[in-house]
């Protein structure tokens, strides 16, 4: 079985319509500081720094902050998406009327903080993980409207989609099992009637319900909550017969342990619901980018 990958919605009224609705939060009636202290024929160059060790994503966002502000102005990236980036490293510079940089700025980071965050920890589970076989995938834990975006920047970290909604995949949990009377009639139901191009996947708790799930043949077979111990056993007793993932209370402290049971997959919800914003700022000096790159 392979984990399809989606593709990321490029549709740029997609991204417009965020951008638009985060400005209009932000600006409302007019930038009062702004507006009052500076000159609107005033120019100047922001450049935009990392201040610790991050992975960059989120850059299409930032720049469309600016590019709805005023067309005058220039954003120039100097690294792209899924770079690694060391504290200090500037990697974008945005050239502009003075006074729409610092209406844009915090909209800009905003985007790329939240973006790079999940890069970054996506960055750290994945590096934990490299020693073994073991795919490192997102969830459905995602922020409502976002989560085509917050699944890129998991790409972007280096790791791997899981489904994108309930459209495009049959995840057969515990109500559901519930409601069909068990593992089995639950999993036979759904391949029935899918479609080719539809995959089958189960939750288990135990061995007990494992043999259950083998028996009915999904395409994948995913370990809830399991020990590590108990997962060993899970990957002996399947033999490569069906992929496992591995879910349910992974964090750094945990995954390489959970990696080393020879599942082929392990879930983490963090990755997109409990990622820290990025530290990264932007300063913004007078003139053109040549203009403050000489001084």
Do not use: W
């Amino acid at each position: 079985m392979v984990i399809k990958t989606a593709a990321v919605n490029n549709d740029e009224k997609f991204v417009d319509d965020l951008v638009l609705a985060a400005l209009r939060e932000d600006l409302g009636t007019g930038d009062q500081t702004t507006d009052f202290l500076i000159d609107k024929s005033q120019t100047g160059t922001g450049r935009v720094m990392a201040k610790e060790r991050i992975v960059l994503s989120g850059s299409l966002l930032f720049a469309r902050v600016f590019q709805h502000l005023s067309r005058e102005i220039e954003t120039l990236f100097l690294a792209e998406d899924g770079a690694l980036l060391e504290p200090g490293r500037v990697f974008c510079e945005v050239t502009g009327p003075y006074h729409l940089l610092l209406s844009g700025e915090r909209t800009a980071l905003n985007f790329m903080q939240h973006f790079c965050g999940i890069a970054t920890l996506t960055r750290q589970y994945v590096e934990r993980i490299k020693p073994f076989s073991a795919v490192l995938m997102d969830t459905r834990k995602t922020t409502p409207g976002f989560r085509l975006l917050e699944k890129r920047a998991v790409r972007d970290g280096g790791g791997t989609n899981h489904r994108f909604g309930l459209y495009d995949a049959v995840l057969i949990k515990e109500n559901h099992i519930t409601a069909c009377g068990g593992i089995k009639p639950a999993v036979e139901k759904a391949i029935g009637k899918r479609g080719q191009d539809i995959n089958v996947e189960v939750e288990v708790k135990n061995l007990t319900e494992l043999e259950e799930a083998l028996a009915a043949g999904p395409d994948m077979i995913m370990l809830d909550n399991m020990s590590c111990d108990m997962m060993r056993h899970a990957v002996e007793r399947v033999a490569g017969r069906v992929p496992l993932e591995a879910s349910g209370n992974v964090t750094l402290e945990t995954v390489t342990d959970i990696a080393a049971t020879g599942v082929s997959h392990i879930s983490v919800g963090a990755l997109t619901h409990s990622a820290g914003a990025a530290d990264i700022s932007m300063l913004i000096e007078t003139g053109t980018r040549s203009e403050t790159a000489a001084k």
